[in-house]
């Protein structure tokens, strides 16, 4: 590998694991921040990766982003194939969520899937969906689960990432009303489950309004 080469590995390593960093921070996610993290030009970002999207695709096709099946195994510590179906999506879910517990970025990301591009979301969708494809491969037969088990993965990755999110604003003492959760949840469950050429924007669940009570009966209530 001669200089110019690894110069640019280098410095594309530092805007991938810069990327990841500023993800845990709240607020916009920019090519300035991001290049000010890396400490470089922030024209290197265009040059590398054509600008944010290809950053973040570059990070969905990087091994940090979700967990392989080696890892997966290595966090089940058991052979699965002795479990009956149900079983081994439960055993294959923890070791999921485990592995997601130290990617706080990749977390971020799927909370985020709603707000970036829909070239993003296609780059996003590709990495996704070859980890799916090697969890099912590892997982085993799904016939006997009696439940669409991709669908199933999909609901669950996008409520545990919304408890994974949440936990920081809790240990701050700053819940999440549940009106703006519930918000999340709808908006990262669309993005992960409808086709990108399907999207919509999806707003939270419809609540019941407070009756109001007339000025006749505000005054009887008085008395």
Same mark, same amino acid.
């Given at each position: 590998?001669?200089?110019?080469?690894?110069?640019?590995?280098?410095?594309?390593?530092?805007?991938?694991?810069?990327?990841?960093?500023?993800? +845990?921070?709240?607020?916009?996610?920019?090519?300035?921040?991001? *290049?000010?993290?890396?400490?470089?030009?922030? *024209?290197?970002?265009?040059?590398?990766?054509?600008?944010?999207?290809?950053?973040?695709?570059?990070?969905?096709?990087?091994?940090?982003?979700?967990?392989?099946?080696?890892?997966?195994?290595?966090?089940?510590?058991?052979?699965?194939?002795?479990?009956?179906?149900?079983?081994?999506?439960?055993?294959?879910?923890?070791?999921?969520?485990?592995?997601?517990?130290?990617? %706080?970025?990749?977390?971020?990301?799927?909370?985020?899937?709603?707000?970036?591009?829909?070239?993003?979301?296609?780059?996003?969708?590709?990495?996704?969906?070859?980890?799916?494809?090697?969890?099912?491969?590892?997982?085993?037969?799904?016939?006997?689960?009696?439940?669409?088990?991709?669908?199933?993965?999909?609901?669950?990755? *996008?409520?545990?990432?919304?408890?994974?999110?949440?936990?920081?604003?809790?240990?701050?003492?700053?819940?999440?009303?549940?009106?703006?959760?519930?918000?999340?949840?709808?908006?990262?469950?669309?993005?992960?489950?409808?086709?990108?050429?399907?999207?919509?924007?999806?707003? *939270? %669940?419809?609540?019941?309004?407070?009756?109001?009570?007339?000025? +006749?009966?505000?005054?009887?209530?008085?008395?």
């Amino acid at each position: 590998m001669n200089k110019r080469t690894a110069q640019k590995t280098a410095t594309c390593d530092a805007l991938l694991k810069a990327l990841q960093e500023q993800l +845990q921070v709240a607020g916009r996610l920019t090519v300035e921040a991001i *290049a000010t993290r890396a400490d470089v030009n922030k *024209a290197l970002v265009y040059r590398y990766f054509g600008g944010l999207d290809g950053l973040l695709a570059a990070f969905a096709g990087s091994r940090e982003f979700m967990p392989d099946v080696a890892e997966l195994k290595q966090r089940c510590s058991v052979d699965l194939g002795k479990y009956p179906a149900r079983e081994r999506f439960v055993r294959t879910m923890q070791a999921y969520v485990a592995a997601l517990e130290e990617r %706080p970025a990749t977390v971020q990301i799927l909370l985020r899937m709603s707000s970036f591009s829909v070239e993003t979301i296609t780059a996003l969708a590709k990495g996704r969906t070859a980890v799916i494809d090697e969890l099912f491969k590892f997982f085993g037969e799904t016939a006997s689960l009696n439940f669409d088990g991709e669908l199933a993965f999909n609901l669950l990755i *996008a409520g545990i990432c919304h408890l994974l999110g949440s936990r920081r604003d809790c240990w701050e003492k700053k819940p999440v009303p549940l009106e703006e959760l519930s918000a999340r949840i709808a908006k990262t469950i669309h993005a992960l489950l409808l086709p990108v050429d399907g999207r919509e924007r999806v707003s *939270a %669940p419809k609540r019941k309004a407070p009756t109001k009570r007339s000025s +006749q009966a505000n005054r009887a209530a008085k008395n």
